[in-house]
């Protein structure tokens, strides 16, 4: 009787699921479809196949090692492992310039929520735990691609920076753990990750001193942007240089981390213990 009344209870009372999501992030071509495809069904023996750019959010669900995410892997199958799992979503979000307002828009809230594209789960609001914002790390070596991807982290950090000040009463929102995952680690002219940490944020300093001199050129006053809470400036102090350190006093905790989803290289191993720490 007991299993029947369990079984009674849980489907009555809670008639979907709610997982948690991970989002993930980026411009178009890092790699976000080929590691949604990887984590889906495991390593891959045959080329991924060049996927299109895609205008739809698509949610897959996954499962991790809840009893020890550190040493869980992405290659493990749970059920034979025998181990409890604990389901996440990833929401692979449309890299298209035009398209980015949307996925923004998720974040600019307290409680970050997105609603799920699963059907099992009848489209329920899933909460954003951490974000993954990917990067073709050989891409950012020749430089040209390097503006267009720091406008783009530049405008998640400031929204996740804004929401810091979106607080609910006295309670703060929820930390937000952002992973710049650093892609294609297999090509040889790829930048190391540090590189790809240190370019990225000279460049966000550089997009930094330009938009506070276009509010300044506007006619924003400087005591106006120093009092700016809600202004463009990201990061804390007024220092020249920008680092990631800084968004820590808005509760966004931003680690870069190399890897690759094809190829012969580091492997996406390190993404998925830093998720599964996450979720
Ligand atoms: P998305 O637009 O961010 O979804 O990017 P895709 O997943 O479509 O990947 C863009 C291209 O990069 C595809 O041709 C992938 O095969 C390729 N790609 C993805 N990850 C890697 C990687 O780790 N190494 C290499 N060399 N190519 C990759």
């Known amino acids: 009787l007991a299993p029947i009344l369990l079984h ?14 991970v989002l993930l992030l980026g411009p178009p071509g890092a790699g976000k479809t080929a590691l949604t495809t990887l984590f889906e069904r495991g390593p891959l023996d045959l080329p991924l196949a060049k996927t299109h750019t895609s205008q739809v959010t698509s949610s897959i669900e996954l499962s991790i090692n809840s009893d020890d995410p550190s040493s ?133 300093g550089r997009i930094r001193a330009a938009r506070s001199k276009g509010l300044l050129d506007s006619g924003v006053g400087q005591d106006d942007l120093a009092a700016g809470e809600e202004g463009d400036w990201l990061g804390g102090d007024g220092s020249e240089k920008f680092s990631f350190a800084q968004m820590m006093e808005f509760d966004v905790d931003v680690d870069v981390i190399g890897g690759s989803v094809t190829g ?8 998925w213990k830093w998720i599964g720490e996450r979720v």
């Open 8 to 21: 009674f209870l849980y489907s009555t009372a809670t008639p979907y699921t709610t997982l948690p999501s």
């Open 72 to 204: 869980a892997s992405y290659k493990t199958n749970l059920d034979e492992a025998g181990a409890t799992a604990k389901k996440f979503l990833l929401v692979d979000t449309p890299g298209h310039p035009k398209l980015r307002a949307s996925s923004l828009a998720r974040l600019n809230s307290a409680e970050p929520t997105i609603k799920s594209s699963l059907v099992s789960d009848g489209g329920a609001k899933s909460k954003i735990k951490a974000v993954v914002f990917m990067v073709d790390a050989a891409a950012l070596a020749d430089g040209d691609a390097l503006p267009s991807t720091a406008e783009y982290l530049y405008d998640v950090l400031l929204t996740l920076q804004k929401r810091f000040h979106s607080r609910n009463g006295s309670r703060a929102p929820a930390s937000m753990p952002v992973l710049v995952a650093a892609n294609k680690l297999d090509l040889f002219t790829a930048l190391p990750a540090a590189l790809v940490k240190s370019n990225l944020e000279a460049e966000l």
């Open 264 to 271: 012969d290289g580091p492997g996406a191993e390190k993404w």
